[in-house]
């Protein structure tokens, strides 16, 4: 089942798409990877949704990614006598460490580490933002803070604290029972919220030692902050654009959005591009005009991936978003402008054999116009190498590892393909020629290009490239 388009599509499972049969209408209609948010699942849930994803892929016959998103900590304020109360911007409010009901003059806070951390000065941002309080002083038992907009407050509302650097990790204990069972179950991906250092990559890393891959979910202004260093330690970023937009000016997000692609994009890192992305189409058939160049911004800036959360998850229309966001992404990818925008954000490969290999083959292949580029890959690192150059030309990744295949599915451009690894260079050439023949991506008399490492089988030791026939029998031919 080939793609049309090299931007992959990431769906959230759901109420509305948690049945076997809809996973599979799904992935027919583009989904390529499916997420998990275990915000909303239990354990139970989250192994029953994993069991019917890997049954659709045995079925089609075709590698599925799975990505687990962790909750992460969810801050809250405590509940009200009445349920709710009305505030005047300008008053003065309390949030303090007294559990009793709050009122309209204060509320429980219940999170230590907030009362000890957040300044004079500091925002916090209740509510999704709908609440603005300015902190006038802390004593580490009561926040006194001056309502600056906003009017309403109900129990137990988010918290946001965009000016502070909470002292703790992005793990709750909550997450550490989740990762130990979304790990046992084999997903491909793991996602962390609320990064706000890289430090906090840390305890994910040692526990899941490589048997999934970690996605940093930037959502907070530390995070933007120290981008680079939490682009080296993670092995995917998400743009999440929801809770960034609350504990940043929303003009500033745009912005951000592009400094993240472009940033992971030089690092040879996958990106997604999340959040509201078709929100319309959780209650309407068709999205709004803003939705559809919302969308094109994301492909024509060269994400890895576009995502689709309650539009598939809780959406009346889960297949339509999928449909919607595939057809927006084959169009913008056919636009004539769309290879020189790719190509402007091109960066200079590292200084080694494997990087310039890579820059190399998709230099030849645009140049000759090839039919294609087949990398063989184990780990994976080859496929990323060639995806980073963002050629023209499709890119097969060939791996004998099923896991390699299902994390590359997050990747751009990557058609993925299960095979056992070459016995010899010529069989090399002629796997990769017939899998290109197989799989529709040349017919007899085209030419495609091949890189992998020598010997064979080495992990991230990329050092061949050779330009192969497809015979008239799918064979290969120098």
């Known amino acids: 089942m080939r793609r049309s388009r090299k931007v992959k599509i990431l769906a959230t499972l759901g109420p509305a798409s948690s049945e076997e049969p809809k996973i599979r209408e799904l992935f027919e209609a583009g989904a390529d990877v499916f997420r998990i948010n275990m915000s909303h699942a239990d354990h139970k849930l989250m192994r029953t949704l994993v069991g019917r994803?890997?049954?659709?892929?045995?079925?089609?016959?075709?590698?599925?990614g799975i990505l687990a998103d962790l909750q992460g900590p969810k801050l809250r304020v405590g509940s009200f006598a009445d349920g709710a109360v009305e505030l005047e911007p300008g008053?003065?409010?309390?949030?303090?460490d007294d559990p009793a009901p709050g009122d309209a003059t204060r509320v429980h806070l219940p999170h230590p580490e907030i009362l000890k951390s957040v300044e004079a000065g500091h925002r916090l941002l209740i509510d999704d933002g709908r609440l603005h309080l300015r902190c006038e002083e802390n004593d580490g038992h009561k926040i006194r803070c001056t309502v600056v907009t906003g009017r309403k407050i109900s129990d137990r509302k988010g918290v946001s604290l965009p000016d502070t650097d909470l002292p703790v990790g992005a793990l709750t204990d909550k997450d550490r029972s989740d990762l130990e069972a979304v790990l046992e179950t084999g997903v491909d991906w793991i996602a962390l919220s609320f990064i706000?250092?890289?430090?906090?990559?840390?305890?994910?890393?040692?526990?899941?030692?490589?048997?999934?891959?970690?996605?940093?979910?930037?959502?907070?202004?530390?995070?933007?902050?120290?981008?680079?260093?939490?682009?080296?330690?993670?092995?995917?970023?998400?743009?999440?654009?929801?809770?960034?937009?609350?504990?940043?000016?929303?003009e500033s997000v745009p912005g951000i959005q592009k400094q993240i692609t472009r940033a992971a994009r030089k690092a040879g890192k996958p990106v997604v591009v999340a959040t509201q992305m078709l929100e319309s189409m959780i209650t309407?058939?068709?999205?709004?005009?803003?939705?559809?160049?919302d969308v094109s911004i994301a492909v024509f800036e060269g994400a890895d991936a576009i995502m689709l959360s309650a539009e598939s998850a809780a959406g009346q229309y889960p297949v339509e978003s999928v449909k919607m966001m595939n057809a927006?992404?084959?169009?913008?990818?056919?636009?004539?402008?769309?290879?020189?925008?790719?190509?402007?954000?091109?960066?200079?490969?590292?200084?080694?054999?494997?990087?310039?290999?890579?820059?190399?083959?998709?230099?030849i292949a645009e140049t000759l116009q090839l039919s294609a580029i087949v990398t063989y890959t184990s780990s994976g690192t080859t496929g990323l190498r060639a995806a980073r150059e963002r050629p023209l030309v499709p890119i097969i990744a060939l791996s004998p590892v099923l896991n390699t295949a299902r994390r590359l599915s997050l990747v751009w451009g990557t058609h993925c393909v299960v095979s056992?690894?070459?016995?010899?260079?010529?069989?090399?050439?002629?796997?990769?020629c017939r899998i290109a023949f197989e799989e529709s991506f040349g017919r007899p008399g085209d030419r495609i290009i091949i890189t992998a490492g020598v010997p064979l089988g080495t992990p991230g030791a990329t050092n061949m490239l050779r330009i192969a026939y497809i015979g008239s029998d799918g064979q290969g031919g120098i």
């Open 53 to 64: 994803i890997r049954n659709v892929e045995k079925e089609l016959g075709r590698p599925i």
């Open 196 to 250: 706000q250092r890289p430090e906090d990559l840390a305890e994910v890393r040692k526990v899941s030692r490589g048997r999934a891959l970690l996605l940093s979910k930037i959502e907070k202004p530390q995070a933007v902050s120290r981008l680079a260093e939490i682009i080296e330690l993670s092995d995917a970023l998400m743009v999440a654009r929801g809770d960034l937009g609350v504990e940043m000016p929303l």
């Open 420 to 432: 056992p690894d070459a016995d010899d260079l010529d069989d090399m050439v002629d796997r990769a």
């Open 91 to 96: 008053q003065s409010f309390t949030l303090d």
């Open 328 to 363: 927006i992404a084959e169009q913008v990818e056919r636009d004539p402008l769309y290879p020189g925008i790719i190509n402007a954000q091109r960066t200079e490969p590292e200084a080694t054999g494997a990087d310039v290999i890579s820059a190399g083959a998709r230099q």
């Open 284 to 293: 309407a058939p068709v999205p709004t005009r803003a939705e559809v160049s």
